[in-house]
């Protein structure tokens, strides 16, 4: 598999030289979100608002209201819970286009559970207006400020920094509202969102290997959420739905799956991986993607038990996945 | 029993102590919060062993294995408040609020013998309560303090709760100066003032950096001596690191107000080594050889 490094880096200051009016602002964690090059290369358009993250979402409103581009930059978690009614009062409820970047999304922190944003999708999908999406590769990276900016209005995104993985075609871009059809098959529909793809892959491989077909969509629009690939890949599925997210199971990926299946009337089982319901607490992230039943065995098994099947999967099965580079449809 | 009591060079021993326990984590596992032990090392040596009235430790000196959030099932776990001692009145509490700080609160603990050679050793060792950002549970701690100055808040409802009470005893709370940069801080000053809790203690280590760089370029928050007694605290200024200072600091009177105690301190205090190094120093690395070999010098000197 290969790894890329500044991915978004790269691509918001690749946007900052086509689009003037984009302004970055940074809570100090800019040196931790990958606008240091930004700020290198537009020193007039980077602000630094302090630790003071209720106010610098306020006065990011105001410079959208002036014709700015605002684009914010922490760690998720200080993009939505405490700053949650500037949020919904100041932006979102004017529909001002105004960008949360949150990095280190939910258990990719070992900071604990101040630094774990866990109910991020949950919390801001009762937002009106708001648009939510998740990074899951290096590929979505890159077409992301375009795909948002077109998307328009307010947008939280769950952004990834440092060594991020490339899992799908370079030259296949983001589409908003569209999932990646990430694999073909008819026994399961298995829904990913943010780590929980690369996880998901790998749990998927093992799958077929072992005789499971499993039709594989990564979303990365939870809001809105009405993709008509996410019917038809549960209408295929004979034996149901498993959701796989880097989240609480309530309110997440899970949550907007299980929607979708009442409103279409798909009588058939779901089962959601992801924390269940718990505040979680530091340690690195494959210790506490383990400990909360969060990593690819853990997909196995939901996949396992919808079909009623024990196949006996060991780890060393899931750890001797390699990708080759990703080729389209696998 | 009556409280024993520390020379200021016993207490500069033990900020030393501080330091070099800090540094072996850095030099070990490739870097620490290393400038936030050099400025604030004095200072927490000196509330331990001579400011607060504290009992003795009731916390495991090894730690323990971390034992779960707060929940209907779980509201009985040891509490990292316990490393402080007992949390009635007429005892002391202490609320440390910048949580990146628990490697000096836990190196703290160990330095005054609250905690064990074994407990240290599992600082940021996955699955115990020595996590590199603490929490409730963690040794020290008496909050969930990682989103910063929330503490603060709480603390203040505690010295409130026992004004109410009428119990006697001082809550002191631990702030970092990036932190005075939220307006939650200088909401609770407001109303710390406003019910006249002259049982609160703010100590704010002023060390003049924060993540992205110096906290003048990043969010000016000065004058704060202005600031803080325009809010209505009674404040006091002093050098952070003079031992001597910080005692008489954390004794003044301040009937009917809340009493702040701005510490002014340097980040490379006590390491000089590290003068040199011009880039961000929030987390220190020590990953070339160079600055391997340059901290392994240093730390052997150390006594
Ligand atoms: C609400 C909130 N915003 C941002 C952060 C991320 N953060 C952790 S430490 C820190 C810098 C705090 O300033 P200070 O303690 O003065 O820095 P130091 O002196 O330790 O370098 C920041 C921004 C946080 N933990 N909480
Ligand atoms: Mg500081």
Redesign the interface.
């Known amino acids: 598999m290969i790894m890329e490094t500044n991915v978004y880096s790269k691509s918001i200051t690749a946007w900052g030289a086509e689009h003037p009016e984009t302004v970055v602002l940074s809570a100090d964690l800019g040196t931790s979100c990958e606008i240091m090059e930004f700020k290198k290369n537009y020193p007039d358009r980077y602000f630094s608002l302090g630790i003071a993250e209720q106010n610098m979402i306020g006065w990011a409103a105001g410079l959208a209201r002036e014709g700015f581009l605002p684009y914010l930059h922490s760690f998720g978690v200080f993009l939505y819970r405490r700053v949650l009614d500037q949020v919904e009062m100041s932006v979102a409820y004017g529909n001002l286009p105004v960008g949360l970047v949150g990095f280190v999304p939910g258990l990719t922190t070992p900071g604990g559970v101040s630094h774990q944003s866990t109910n991020d999708i949950g919390t801001l999908r009762s937002v009106p207006n708001m648009r939510i999406y998740s990074i899951a590769d290096a590929t979505d990276i890159e077409g992301f400020l375009p795909m948002a900016y077109e998307a328009g209005g307010p947008f939280y995104v769950r952004m990834f920094r440092k060594s991020v993985p490339r899992l799908f075609p370079a030259n296949e871009p983001i589409q908003f509202n569209h999932a990646r059809i990430a694999a073909e098959g008819s026994d399961v529909a298995l829904f990913t969102e943010n780590i929980a793809t690369e996880e998901g892959l790998k749990a998927v491989k093992v799958l077929q290997n072992h005789g499971v077909s499993v039709q594989m969509l990564s979303v990365s629009t939870l809001k809105p959420f009405t993709d008509p690939q996410v019917v038809d890949a549960l209408k295929k599925a004979k034996y149901g739905a498993v959701t796989y997210e880097n989240h609480n199971i309530i309110g997440g990926l899970g949550t907007c799956v299980a929607e979708v299946m009442a409103e279409n009337g798909i009588g058939k089982p779901l089962i959601k991986v992801g924390v269940d319901d718990l505040y979680t607490h530091g340690a690195s992230k494959m210790f506490l993607l383990k400990k909360y039943n969060v990593d690819a065995m853990s997909c196995i098994k939901a996949v396992e038990k919808l079909i009623g099947k024990d196949l006996g999967i060991e780890e060393s099965e899931i750890e001797a996945v390699r990708f080759e580079d990703f080729n389209g449809v696998a | 029993m009556a409280k024993k009591t520390y020379t200021n060079e016993e207490i500069q021993r033990t900020a030393n102590k501080i330091r070099k326990q800090v540094l072996k984590f850095a030099i070990e596992r490739g870097g620490c919060y290393i400038t936030q032990t050099n400025s604030s090392a004095e200072i927490l040596a000196t509330l331990y062993l001579d400011v607060m009235n504290l009992g003795d430790s009731l916390g495991d000196p090894d730690g323990i294995p971390?034992p779960g959030?707060?929940?209907p099932d779980n509201m009985d776990f040891p509490r990292g408040s316990l490393y402080n001692g007992p949390t009635q009145a007429p005892y002391d509490r202490f609320f440390l609020s910048p949580?990146h700080y628990a490697c000096t609160l836990y190196c703290t603990l160990f330095a005054v013998g609250r905690v064990s050679e074994t407990g240290i050793e599992r600082f940021?060792k996955?699955?115990w309560i020595f996590?590199?950002?603490?929490?409730e549970?963690s040794p020290g701690f008496e909050t969930?303090?990682?989103?910063?100055?929330q503490t603060i808040s709480v603390a203040c409802g505690h010295a409130h709760a026992r004004k109410l009470k009428g119990e006697e005893g001082t809550i002191w709370c631990f702030m970092s100066d990036?932190?005075l940069?939220?307006?939650q801080l200088w909401e609770a000053i407001q109303a710390a003032a406003f019910y006249k809790l002259d049982n609160f203690v703010l100590v704010c280590d002023i060390n003049g950096q924060?993540?992205?760089g110096p906290t003048k370029?990043?969010?000016n928050t000065q004058p704060l001596y202005d600031r803080f007694t325009a809010f209505g605290a009674k404040t006091v200024e002093i050098d952070g690191h003079d031992i001597q200072a910080i005692k008489d600091a954390c004794r003044t009177a301040h009937p009917g107000q809340p009493l702040v105690v701005l510490c002014n301190t340097k980040p490379t205090h006590g390491m000089p080594f590290l003068d040199h190094r011009t880039e961000?120093l929030h987390f220190v690395n020590v990953k070339t050889p160079e600055q391997i070999a340059e901290a392994k010098a240093f730390y052997d000197s150390m006594e």
Do not use: K, W
């Open positions: 971390f959030v707060p929940g949580a940021n996955d699955g996590e590199q950002i603490g929490a549970h969930t303090a990682g989103s910063l100055a990036g932190e940069e939220e307006g924060q993540i992205e370029e990043i969010m961000r």
